[in-house]
């Protein structure tokens, strides 16, 4: 009897312990990056362009599609009491071509201007958060293993319910109830 019970036993479990061979040894849950950069704008406010650091992150559930948050902090120079600081998150999809990682992604959001207004606030300045989205793309390069080179990263932003502003820098008005900044970012970030 004991025999026959091995015998069953073996028949059951044999099948399964050759089959462990062809499960992949090891699979990757996520890639979590996280960097910085210098980002160059156009604020759609005045001619004069913003310049500033930002800071991102994402983290790819699967090998195309993710999530990225950033920080953005830009002005005219310093000491500037005119800036823009955005703080964003939303899903990316990442294309694999060796070492180049293409990317899309769209990012909503709260962003955060100050500007020059009488109209707005009796000492000159004004700040104001407003709720915005984003959409854009760039280029990540894998440099090293774990270092990334942001390449490019473009981004079109739309900040609404911007309210009509009658003193930009340049004399010009701004009057349409919308902002839509276009921001390049280059930088570098560490993959864990």
């Known amino acids: 009897m004991l025999k026959k019970a091995l015998f069953f036993v073996s028949l059951v479990l044999m099948p399964s312990l050759l089959h462990a061979q062809a499960v992949p040894a090891a699979r990757r849950s996520g890639v979590l990056q996280v960097g910085g950069g210098f980002s160059y704008a156009n604020p759609d406010y005045g001619s004069t362009k913003f310049k500033g650091i930002a800071i991102f992150g994402s983290y790819d559930f699967y090998r195309n599609i993710g999530i990225e948050g950033e920080f953005r902090s830009l002005s005219w120079g310093a000491p500037s009491k005119e800036y823009e600081r955005t703080y964003l998150i939303g899903p990316r999809y990442v294309f694999h071509h060796h070492k180049f990682e293409p990317y899309g992604k769209f990012l909503f959001g709260r962003g955060v201007f100050n ?20 959409f854009g793309g760039g280029v990540d390069y894998q440099l090293r293993r774990h270092i990334i080179i942001r390449a490019i990263d473009y981004e079109y932003q739309h900040w609404m319910n911007f309210p009509g502003i009658a003193l930009p820098p340049d004399g010009t008005n701004k009057k349409d109830g919308t902002l839509s900044p276009q921001v390049l970012t280059f930088g570098a970030a560490y993959r864990f």
């Open 115 to 134: 500007f020059q207004s009488t109209s707005y606030a009796p000492n000159g300045y004004a700040n104001i958060a407003y709720n915005m989205f984003t």
